[in-house]
C-alpha cells in the first residue's frame, strides 16, 4: 500500500469522525438550523500532511456539510492544554475537540469543570458518562494488518515500529504487530523505538537510519509531520 494511499484512507476515516461530531441539524429547507460553534486543539501543525491536516480537512468539511461554525489552536504545548479548552469554553464554544489521545487527562480536568460544554477527544479510550467522549480506532488489527505487511516484505526478517510514546490508545498495536508480522510463517524480530516527538524530523531520521543499520528492512511508524524523517531514512538506506 503506498504512502499516498494510507493518507487518503486516514482521512477518510477523520472527515467522518469530524462529520459525525457535528451534530448537525437541517430543516425541511435542507438548511442548517443552528450552527453548532466547534473549537479543536492540535498538538503539531495543522499543515504537516498527516494527522493535524486531516483532522482540520475533517472540521473543514463539517462545516460545509452541516454548517458548523469552528476554531482551531495548532501546536498547543500540553501546559496550555486546560487553559487554551477553558479559553474556548467562555467564548461559546459548545464542543471542543482534543484531536490526540494526549488530551484525555485535561479534558477529563476540564470538562468536571464545565458540565454544560461538551469535550470529545480523539484517539482516547475512555470518557466521564456525561460530557466528555472519546473516539478512536482500533489499533489492535491496525498493527496486526501492518505487520502481517511487514512479513511479506521483509528480507532481513527484522522489523520495527517508530513512534513518537506509549499511550493507551496505541498500546495494543505493540502487541498484535509482532504477531501479524510473524503471521506468514517466517520467523520475525520485531523492535519498538519511542523517539519522544510526533514532529521532530531529525529524531525520526535518526531513529530509522539506526533501524536500517542494525538490519531492519521494514519500518511503521506512527507519527505526524516527523514522517518525513522515517521516508527520508528510507530513502537514504535504499
Not at 482551531?72 to 464554544?93: D, H, I, L, P, S
Amino acid at each position: 500500500m503506498s504512502t499516498k494511499t494510507v493518507r487518503i484512507a486516514g482521512l477518510i476515516i477523520v472527515i467522518a469522525m469530524f462529520v459525525g461530531l457535528s451534530a448537525c441539524q437541517s430543516s425541511d429547507s435542507g438548511q442548517t438550523s443552528d450552527s453548532e460553534k466547534i473549537a479543536a486543539l492540535f498538538m503539531g501543525p495543522t499543515t504537516d500532511q498527516s494527522w493535524n491536516q486531516f483532522g482540520l480537512d475533517g472540521i473543514k468539511k463539517a462545516k460545509e456539510e452541516c454548517g458548523i461554525d469552528y476554531a482551531f489552536t495548532e501546536n498547543v504545548k500540553q501546559t496550555e492544554f486546560e487553559e487554551t479548552m477553558r479559553n474556548y469554553a467562555q467564548e461559546g464554544y459548545s464542543t471542543i475537540i482534543g484531536h490526540s489521545g494526549t488530551f484525555t487527562d485535561a479534558a477529563k480536568k476540564v470538562a468536571a469543570e464545565l458540565p454544560d460544554t461538551k469535550f470529545i477527544v480523539i484517539n482516547a479510550i475512555e470518557g466521564n458518562g456525561s460530557n466528555m467522549s472519546g473516539i478512536y480506532g482500533d489499533y489492535w488489527q491496525m498493527g496486526y494488518l501492518a505487520g502481517a505487511v511487514a512479513c511479506q516484505m521483509t528480507k532481513t526478517n527484522k522489523v520495527a515500529i517508530v513512534t513518537a510514546e506509549r499511550f493507551p490508545m496505541v498500546e495494543p498495536s505493540f502487541t498484535s504487530f509482532p504477531e501479524g508480522a510473524k503471521s506468514c510463517g517466517k520467523d520475525v524480530e520485531t523492535e519498538v523505538v519511542i523517539t519522544g516527538s510526533f514532529e521532530d524530523v531529525t529524531k525520526a531520521y535518526e531513529a530509522s537510519v539506526a533501524l536500517a543499520d542494525q538490519g531492519v528492512d521494514v519500518i511503521w511508524h506512527q507519527l505526524d509531520s516527523a514522517d518525513v524523517g522515517v521516508f527520508s531514512a528510507a530513502e537514504d538506506k535504499g
